[in-house]
């Protein structure tokens, strides 16, 4: 097992300069959920040159990929995001998840003869909000896997993760315009539904369960003070604990959209951005073994605060780990205050410690492979 892990992480730090190449360039050149095209080319290409069998367009999907190498009866699955985030970039370190994992992969490619290895990266894109693994799954990804594993950057180290079910939604109202000053009485007022809708929501947020969330974005209200909007757009999340927890929260969360529509005259139109994320269920001897592998690298997790609640933020692998064992543990990129989502937390996904955390994820991620191998 020592040899092992020592091999793989000597092929890790024989790639360094590689890996963290190709994290600044992602970095430097973020794409959204499913117009992944540079990344979803760039990112496989170190695996390529290491021998990996590489499917672009994976399953249909443009902007996924699969690549595998090895033989082995024991199949370990890395997962790599590349997507951004609409007007804030890599501010979530999806730069990172992409190198540590393409890291990883080459750590265990290096090990994989002597450890009984098949290791297989999954390029997964739209993991903002566009359920990319969820599309995967359906079209038979991962059916097999013996372990899928990522490892995502956070403001401190946190090993397990408790993220909440959500969904996404497309939300639109249809009015009619007319000259607001001259012919008011004619307009319906899409924008004012919106407004509707989200003191009715706000209202909600006194009797829903204490774990839930419910936030969104109006992307579009309106042109013109002086012409009454025909047409509002937006975009709204519903968190909860579980699926269950969120199939029965969600029809009083519709309702109040329903108000906006019946208060104003407009129609209403929801449509789903993609099928709910799952929360997480976590494979506990993975994530022991992981810890482990952490710690004998330096790294030290956080305890309970505010700095480490980035391990509830909902995630696609949730819906992975309900068909195969998972981890998805968080790694500390040293960014504090700066938090995930915040144009700062960005800037602290590039540099001296984001590569630390980059190529000591990578190990991590490789070393619990091997520890899962070694398992009978």
């Known amino acids: ?41 760039a990112v496989p290409e170190l695996l390529e040159r290491a021998g990996f069998a590489v499917t672009s367009a994976y399953l249909g999907l443009d902007t996924a990929f699969h690549a595998s190498f090895g033989t082995g009866p024991t199949r370990i699955a890395l997962c790599a995001e590349y997507d951004a985030l ?11 998840i992409a190198a540590s994992s393409i890291g990883a992969a080459l750590g265990l490619a290096a090990v994989a003869d002597d450890a009984g290895l098949t290791v297989e990266v999954y390029g997964t894109p739209a993991e903002e909000g566009g359920g990319g693994k969820i599309e995967l ?9 013996d372990l899928a594993m990522m490892v995502h950057p956070a403001p401190v180290d946190v090993a397990e993760a ?16 007319a000259h607001a000053a001259a012919y008011p009485e004619s307009g319906i007022n899409a924008a004012d539904a ?61 309702r109040a959209f329903e108000a906006g529509a019946l208060a104003t005259g407009c129609e209403l139109t929801v449509e789903p951005e993609s099928k709910p994320y799952a929360e997480f269920r976590a494979d506990e001897a993975a994530l022991a073994a992981y810890r482990a ?11 309970d605060g505010a ?34 989502h915040q144009r700062e937390f960005a800037d602290h996904c590039i540099g001296g410690t984001a590569e630390r955390a980059l190529l000591d994820g990578a190990t991590a991620l490789a070393w619990t492979g091997v520890d899962r191998a070694a398992v009978p």
């Open 137 to 145: 799954l359906d079209r038979g990804a991962f059916a097999g896997v």
């Open 194 to 254: 919106f407004t509707v809708a989200q003191v009715a929501i706000g209202l909600l947020r006194q009797h829903m369960p204490s774990s839930a969330r419910v936030h969104g974005v109006v992307t579009h209200a309106g042109d013109a003070p002086n012409a009454i909007p025909e047409h509002a757009t937006g975009r709204w999340y519903v968190r909860a604990e579980t699926l269950a927890e969120l199939a029965e929260l969600e029809p009083r969360v519709l």
């Open 86 to 96: 609409p007007g804030l970039g890599h501010a979530c370190g999806h730069n990172l």
């Open 293 to 303: 592998n952490a710690v004998e690298l330096g790294r030290e997790f956080a305890q």
């Open 307 to 340: 700095a480490s609640r980035m391990n509830r933020a909902s995630t696609d692998m949730g819906n992975v780990s309900q068909v195969v064992p998972a981890i998805h543990p968080y790694i500390g990129v040293g960014s504090l205050p700066a938090i995930n």
């Open 1 to 41: 097992m020592t040899g092992l892990k020592s091999a793989a992480r000597a092929a890790i730090t024989r790639h360094a300069d590689e890996l963290i190449g190709l994290s600044a360039r992602l970095h430097a050149d973020p794409e959204t959920a499913w117009e992944e095209h540079r990344a979803a080319a």
């Open 162 to 177: 408790r993220p909440f079910a959500v969904s996404h939604a497309k939300v639109s109202y249809a009015g009619k315009s």
